[in-house]
């Protein structure tokens, strides 16, 4: 990837990547701050936009919004005390008192720094452990596929939010979704019921905007819509010195460590990293007192722990095609409606694109500083508007999104019934995250399972002989299934 | 005994789960491949699944009884039946006239009750959109046979 360098830091610095990670960057910012949209809605209603861009400046711009809205999400969460993202739930703890006695500029200064280093380091992560994952995954045959993906399927459904029954049932019925369609060996139509346009299949796209951001709309629309904000004075950013660094330095590293470690694991995402390192930067400060009256240390250990996620995500997405979470789903999505395959292949394939998207990456989180203090002053009064504005632009750009992907009315059908049925799932407990990341990995799990079969004669006992990779992950499939089972179990024992 | 919403979507689902399988299950018209081979192999591996768990959640659910979030308001119900008539509105009306239309019903239902920022509001993110994605990305939304023009 070395000997590429040049070729992807000329895509990166040529006018059109220098535009798409400025504007993306400030954009992703604006957007996180507001209130309901969240990063997985951010990623997906600037998907149209990337359609007729080429792959690397797409990537980027889809990169840069992520990145961006993670630290927008505190922008909202210091100054009106809603965080924009769910990322950002933490940040309100100690930023909205901050704001609340006069101090919001230096509040966001504190978690703009964090997020910044948080995001850095995450992007040293993705740099680092990509490759290398993606190189030993090259020796994977269709069984040890199958177990690496029924492993991410498993991680993803026991740590995500509620029930472990409720995600399960939601990653399986992402799995049947997939199925829905041409068959990928014999290419016979199942599940059609005489509709030619389900022959194609359900459009992953279509399902993702209308589970994420239309049924989104629907839940807000069924709570008690927010009027206009009340915003506390804000003046812009203010850095806090280096001086006041001092004694946090160490609680710093340690919430970009839980950041990064947590980032890389499938499923768990940047709300549980803030929180995790929030709880324990409140166990180790020696200010701990202070926590939740304007703490600066809370602050700290919430935003550089969210952002430092952001790059370990990506990990398992760009090296083994599995995505962590719905954000990086889409992202997979994305990736494939460009022609570009995630997964072992994908290093070695296109060096250039993936040292672009590197070094993009580690760019994007260096523009969160500037961007950041430019953007957030003039993202504030955009928290006055009222929710109702945002919904119905909500609707309208998830329109557009979807008629853009295929220009096919059908899949306008299909958003609109996915965000109804997502809204009805969403309300009893159903995470969606298992029912988008089912949908993505059905395809690939249901080749790699049939293709495993067809080697070993139809035996799948054959699977864990002579395959130590495969038996591997599988038991570590099992042990995630088991462990909140067991905790249940201990809890009411 | 009180049947919640809750238990209702389980239903639902089970419901759902079992006629998806009776169909995979009951096939005859595919082409007659053994194990792997068969097209319906996997699905009827996911839907035997799908049952299963379906009927532990549902089982799980009645034992709750009426816990859980009440039906939803009709606000919500409302705005779901616009997002449905606009989606099949927008090939025949075009995205413009469309999205007004939406705009105009859905802004009173999400609370809004001033009229001339319904009216500008409703006019000013549709032409925004066209006028983005029209002419400064020459991506064209789908046209209206009355204001072609746009």
């Known amino acids: 990837m070395l000997d590429t360098l040049p070729q992807s830091l000329a895509l990166i610095f040529g006018l059109e990547g220098l535009m798409v990670l400025l504007f993306g960057t400030a954009l992703g910012i604006v957007l996180g701050a507001l209130p309901g949209i969240g990063s997985t809605v951010a990623v997906a209603i600037v998907?149209?936009?990337?359609?007729?861009?080429?792959?690397?400046?797409?990537?980027?711009?889809?990169?840069?919004?992520?990145?961006?809205?993670?630290y927008g999400g505190s922008i909202s969460a210091i100054l009106i005390n809603t965080p924009g993202t769910p990322q950002s739930a933490a940040t309100c703890l100690d930023g909205f008192p901050m704001a609340k006695r006069g101090e919001a500029g230096l509040a966001l200064g504190w978690a703009t720094s964090a997020s910044v280093i948080g995001g850095l380091c995450s992007a040293v992560v993705l740099i680092l452990a990509a490759p290398q994952l993606a190189a030993f995954a090259l020796n994977f045959g269709p069984i040890e596929t199958f177990a690496l993906i029924l492993l991410g399927l498993t991680c993803i459904v026991s740590?995500?939010?509620?029930?472990?029954?409720?995600?399960?049932?939601?990653?399986?019925?992402?799995?049947?979704?997939?199925?829905?369609?041409?068959?990928?060996?014999t290419g016979e139509a199942r599940f059609t019921f005489g509709q030619f346009q389900l022959i194609a299949g359900f459009n992953l796209l279509a399902v993702?905007?209308?589970?994420?951001?239309?049924?989104?709309?629907?839940?807000?629309?069924?709570?008690?819509?927010?009027?206009?904000?009340?915003?506390?004075?804000?003046?812009?950013?203010?850095?806090?010195?280096?001086?006041?660094?001092?004694?946090?330095?160490?609680?710093?590293?340690?919430?970009?460590?839980?950041?990064?470690?947590?980032?890389?694991?499938p499923g768990t995402g940047a709300a549980t990293a803030a929180f995790i390192s929030y709880a324990?930067?409140?166990?180790?400060?020696?200010?701990?007192?202070?926590?939740?009256?304007?703490?600066?240390?809370?602050?700290?250990?919430?935003?550089?722990?969210?952002?430092?996620?952001?790059?370990?995500?990506?990990?398992?997405?760009?090296?083994?095609?599995?995505?962590?979470?719905?954000?990086?789903?889409?992202?997979?999505?994305?990736?494939?409606?460009?022609?570009?395959?995630?997964?072992?292949?994908?290093?070695?394939?296109?060096?250039?694109?993936?040292?672009?998207?590197?070094?993009?990456?580690?760019?994007?989180?260096?523009?969160?500083?500037?961007?950041?203090?430019?953007?957030?002053?003039?993202?504030?009064?955009?928290?006055?508007?009222?929710?109702?504005?945002?919904?119905?632009?909500?609707?309208?750009?998830?329109?557009?999104?979807?008629?853009?992907?295929?220009?096919?009315?059908?899949?306008?059908?299909?958003?609109?019934?996915?965000?109804?049925?997502?809204f009805l799932l969403r309300r009893q407990g159903y995470p969606m995250a298992p029912?988008?990341?089912?949908?993505?990995?059905?395809?690939?799990?249901e080749i790699s399972l049939r293709q495993g079969l067809i080697l070993t004669d139809g035996s799948f006992a054959a699977f864990f002989s002579g395959h130590p990779i495969a038996l591997g992950l599988s038991l570590a499939a099992l042990a995630m299934l088991a462990l909140p089972l067991y905790r249940a179990w201990r809890r009411s024992a | 005994m009180v049947v919640s919403e809750r238990a209702l979507?389980?239903?639902v689902l089970l419901l759902g789960g079992a006629g998806l399988a009776y169909t995979a299950y009951g096939s005859g018209g595919f082409a007659d491949l053994g194990g792997a081979f068969s097209p319906m192999f996997f699905p009827r591996i996911v839907l035997a699944v799908w049952l299963a768990l379906a009927l532990v959640n549902l089982v799980l659910d009645l034992r709750q009884g009426a816990e859980g979030p009440t039906l939803p308001p009709l606000r919500a119900?409302?705005?779901?039946?616009?997002?449905?008539?606009?989606?099949?509105?927008?090939?025949?009306?075009?995205?413009?006239?469309?999205?007004?239309?939406?705009?105009?019903?859905?802004?009173?239902?999400?609370?809004?009750?001033?009229?001339?920022?319904?009216?500008?509001?409703?006019?000013?993110?549709?032409?925004?959109?066209?006028?983005?994605f029209n002419h400064t990305l020459a991506m064209p939304l789908p046209t209206s046979p009355f204001v072609w023009w746009l």
């Open chain 2, 77 to 132: 119900g409302l705005i779901a039946v616009a997002v449905l008539a606009y989606v099949q509105l927008l090939i025949p009306l075009g995205f413009f006239l469309a999205s007004v239309a939406f705009a105009v019903v859905a802004l009173p239902l999400l609370g809004v009750r001033n009229i001339p920022m319904i009216a500008a509001l409703a006019l000013a993110v549709p032409g925004a959109l066209v006028a983005l």
């Open chain 1, 208 to 265: 993702v905007i209308g589970v994420f951001a239309l049924s989104e709309v629907l839940i807000r629309a069924a709570s008690t819509l927010d009027q206009a904000a009340g915003v506390n004075a804000f003046r812009g950013i203010v850095l806090p010195s280096w001086s006041a660094w001092r004694g946090r330095l160490g609680g710093l590293a340690k919430s970009v460590l839980i950041g990064n470690g947590i980032g890389v694991l």
């Open chain 1, 159 to 185: 740590v995500s939010e509620g029930s472990l029954l409720k995600g399960l049932l939601a990653g399986v019925l992402g799995l049947f979704l997939a199925t829905v369609g041409g068959d990928p060996i």
């Open chain 1, 47 to 70: 998907l149209p936009f990337t359609l007729g861009m080429g792959q690397a400046p797409a990537i980027l711009l889809l990169l840069a919004i992520y990145a961006g809205s993670v």
């Open chain 1, 280 to 422: 324990e930067a409140r166990r180790a400060s020696p200010r701990r007192e202070n926590f939740g009256r304007g703490e600066p240390d809370g602050l700290i250990a919430s935003e550089a722990a969210n952002n430092a996620v952001t790059g370990g995500a990506l990990v398992p997405t760009m090296a083994l095609g599995i995505p962590g979470d719905a954000i990086t789903a889409v992202m997979l999505a994305t990736l494939t409606l460009h022609g570009i395959t995630p997964g072992v292949r994908l290093m070695s394939d296109q060096p250039v694109l993936m040292g672009a998207i590197f070094a993009g990456f580690f760019l994007i989180n260096l523009m969160l500083l500037p961007l950041g203090m430019a953007v957030s002053r003039l993202a504030a009064p955009l928290l006055r508007l009222r929710e109702a504005y945002m919904l119905v632009t909500i609707t309208l750009l998830c329109a557009v999104g979807v008629y853009f992907v295929r220009g096919n009315p059908f899949d306008l059908l299909v958003m609109a019934l996915a965000g109804i049925g997502g």
């Open chain 2, 9 to 11: 979507v389980a239903l």
């Open chain 1, 435 to 445: 029912l988008v990341i089912g949908m993505v990995l059905g395809p690939t799990l």
